[in-house]
């Protein structure tokens, strides 16, 4: 049984680029979030998505936009980069609220962003 | 506001004794639950226990056990029997009814030392 899965593992962008990381949830579930952790920090919730579209987002600038594709699998888009946006950026999946014990939401191992 | 305090940045406990480690959080909605990720040096949020605000005993998942004192809005983790692999960041997490959001603490960074 495949866990959350996240490419690339790395990735190192120019201030004013654009960059898209990708997650596959676990198995069986329908539901992805995405957090920031910036580095000593905790995890920031930027947004989650839902039967493909954004059911709650965090206080992220419309910079951070997202996709998810209807075998479940998301994207998270950054436009035009800032050095703030280095990273770790970390993807969850759940079941749909109240589909599934309150307890179901696990984490992919990160993608880190570097931004020089 | 809902908000999670994590007051300890750094523990220390020698191997196989036990360990506390703190959290308090802030929420005006009755029903929320509440979570505790570790966190290893490779980045992946590990999932380790849950309590939701209405159940009635504290959660146990084999050496992990909860404290939950919900009057107090505390809800630390006690990790038994501790061991050189559970040397890592530990972050304590809420998430409130109706949301699907979870907050996080600042975490805590424990170091098993033999």
């Given at each position: 049984?495949?866990?959350?899965?996240?490419?690339?593992?790395?990735?190192?962008?120019?201030?004013?680029?654009?960059?898209?990381?990708?997650?596959?949830?676990?198995s069986?579930?329908?539901?992805?979030?995405?957090?920031?952790?910036?580095?000593?920090?905790?995890?920031?919730?930027?947004?989650?998505?839902?039967?493909?579209?954004?059911?709650?987002?965090?206080?992220?600038?419309?910079?951070?936009?997202?996709?998810?594709?209807p075998?479940?699998?998301?994207?998270l888009?950054?436009?035009?980069?800032?050095?703030?946006?280095?990273?770790?950026y970390?993807?969850?999946?759940?079941?749909?609220?109240?589909?599934?014990?309150?307890?179901?939401?696990?984490?992919?191992?990160?993608?880190?962003?570097?931004?020089? | 506001?809902?908000?999670?305090?994590?007051?300890?940045?750094?523990?220390?406990?020698?191997?196989?004794?036990?360990v506390?480690?703190?959290?308090?959080?802030?929420?005006?909605?009755?029903?929320y639950?509440?979570?505790?990720?570790?966190?290893?040096?490779?980045?992946?949020?590990?999932?380790?226990?849950?309590?939701?605000?209405?159940?009635?005993?504290?959660?146990?998942?084999?050496?992990?056990?909860?404290?939950?004192?919900?009057?107090?809005?505390?809800?630390?983790?006690v990790?038994?029997?501790?061991?050189?692999?559970?040397?890592?960041?530990?972050?304590?997490?809420?998430?409130?009814?109706?949301?699907?959001?979870?907050?996080?603490?600042?975490?805590?960074?424990?170091?098993?030392?033999?």
């Open positions: 049984d495949a866990g959350v899965t996240q490419s690339p593992t790395h990735l190192i962008k120019t201030r004013g680029q654009q960059v898209t990381l990708r997650c596959s949830p676990k069986g579930h329908d539901t992805v979030s995405w957090y920031q952790q910036a580095l000593g920090q905790g995890p920031q919730f930027i947004f989650q998505y839902y039967e493909e579209e954004e059911r709650q987002r965090g206080n992220f600038p419309d910079r951070f936009s997202g996709h998810q594709f075998n479940y699998s998301s994207e888009n950054v436009n035009a980069l800032l050095l703030g946006d280095s990273a770790l970390l993807c969850a999946s759940s079941l749909a609220r109240g589909q599934g014990a309150d307890y179901e939401q696990y984490f992919g191992p990160g993608t880190r962003l570097t931004v020089t | 506001a809902q908000k999670i305090t994590q007051t300890q940045p750094g523990m220390f406990v020698q191997e196989k004794e036990a506390t480690l703190d959290c308090t959080y802030d929420t005006s909605d009755p029903s639950g509440l979570f505790w990720y570790k966190q290893p040096s490779s980045g992946e949020m590990i999932f380790l226990i849950y309590q939701g605000s209405y159940d009635q005993q504290n959660a146990t998942e084999g050496r992990y056990s909860l404290n939950f004192q919900k009057a107090r809005k505390s809800a630390n983790l990790i038994s029997a501790s061991q050189l692999g559970d040397s890592a960041m530990y972050f304590c997490a809420m998430r409130e009814r109706n949301t699907d959001k979870l907050i996080f603490g600042t975490g805590t960074r424990l170091q098993v030392f033999p």
